[in-house]
Structures are given as C-alpha cells and as structure tokens.
C-alpha cells in the first residue's frame, strides 16, 4: 500500500485542472482505520454543461494520509 498527501494528490489537481476553487471530497475507514479515498464531489452549473464552485460542500473527513490500497 502506498500513502499520499491527500491535498496535494487529489484537490490541488482537480482545482487547477478545471479551474475551481472548490472540489469537496469523501473517506471512509478500511477495518484497521485507515482513511480511504472514496468520493469526489464537483458542482456542474444550471446549464448542465460546465463545471462550477460548488456553493456548500459536505463536512467529510479526511486524513491528509490516504490509504490507497493495492489489488
């Protein structure tokens, strides 16, 4: 298993890649308590058609060091 900077690897990239300033994001717990990756959230304007800020975003948290388990 590898861990990463859960900001850098994730947040940081999807900001600058779409040109937000808010991404909201999603962990859960594996069963030894490792913080997991599990959701990204994006907000798409009224028109369907391009990506916007999201205006409220769900209090998840996450562990700023992400299991990322292997397969």
Known sequence: MGKFNLNSLI???LQSSFGLRSV???CN???HGN?????VYLCIDP?????TDCPV???AKCS????????
């Open 24 to 26: 909201g994001i999603e």
């Open 11 to 13: 947040i940081n990239n």
């Open 47 to 51: 028109s369907g058609y391009s990506l």
């Open 29 to 31: 717990e594996d069963a």
């Open 35 to 39: 913080s997991q990756f599990s959701q």
């Open 57 to 59: 975003l769900p209090d």
């Open 64 to 71: 700023n060091s992400v299991v990322f388990p292997s397969f």
